[in-house]
């Protein structure tokens, strides 16, 4: 099959983890397993997320006495694709030898009237507390919101049009490559109506929905999207937390799932089966194989045909 896999942005630095290099260099080594086991039968495209580590360079760039000012997100957005690529190009490499692997940055046309410009919803960064962040968001002009153990900062995260490199990665995928792209939803870019000249966006798009509308153009036969859970689960963190092994796209979206965790997961996943009749799921890292073969996660298939 041909396999997008979609990283979660925890997948390196799990929450509560100091964000130094050799941390991050540890965690590789479980992402690399679980791809490496699905890389021996399948094509693999890997996408991964990077709220913690545009956070991390966020704060360092505003605090930089050296900048006029602080980078803009699609540039520090491009910095965390050449930092976790290159983490998981290396790792794959020992994993898989003989294996073609190409870590490739990766831009994501956008509108630049989307309303979500102006209604900022994407975590990114630690998580502080609400005294904290509330002083950092006046001192750097920052949007906060609650996240599920604190408050983080959110930025804007504008719905992917298109991914501009979708060919040049079907080109490496046909030659056994195996591709590691799309980080961080893509380097957000708009394009001018004349000319089409590109200009980077200050935004963070969501790395599942990119997921999805790459696995689409690719035609991708399964979107398998890892995460820090077993499942998908209703009424999650309460006495009434129920799992969903299995689910159409119509079933996932009549459930409650927060914005900022796992609606975006479950949104992708049913857009992705609905757009193209294949399969998704959604589910832990250490279980990716498992997953694939039916053992383990959330499976979202089509809708059965009314007759």
Known sequence: MRIVIALGG????????RPDAAVQE???????????????????????????????????????????????????GAQTQGMIGSLLARTLHDALPGRRI???????????????FEHPTKFVGQVYSHDVASALARRRGWHIGADTTGWRRVVPSPAPERILETDTIHDL????????????GGVPVTADYDTGALTGAEAVIDKDRTAALLAEHLKADFLLILTD??????GYGTPDQQPVLGATPAQLRGGDFPD????????????????????????????????????SGTLVRPDLPVV
């Open 10 to 17: 925890n997948a390196l630095l799990h929450r509560g983890e």
């Open 26 to 76: 540890a965690n590789i080594d479980r992402v690399t397993t679980a791809i490496a086991a699905l890389a021996t039968e399948h094509e693999i495209v890997v996408t991964h997320g990077n709220g913690p580590q545009i956070g991390l360079l966020a704060v360092e760039s505003a605090a930089d006495p050296a900048l006029s000012a602080p980078y803009p997100l699609d540039l520090l």
């Open 102 to 116: 190409a870590a490739l940055v990766t831009h994501t046309l956008v509108r630049a009237d989307d309303p979500a």
């Open 173 to 184: 995928l046909c030659g056994g490559t195996l591709v590691i792209c799309a980080g961080g």
């Open 229 to 234: 859970v077993p499942c998908v689960y209703t």
């Open 260 to 295: 900022g965790s796992m609606g975006p997961k479950t949104e992708a996943a049913a857009r992705f089966v609905e757009r193209t009749g294949g399969l998704a799921a959604i589910g832990a890292l250490d279980a990716a194989y498992e997953i694939v073969h039916g053992r």
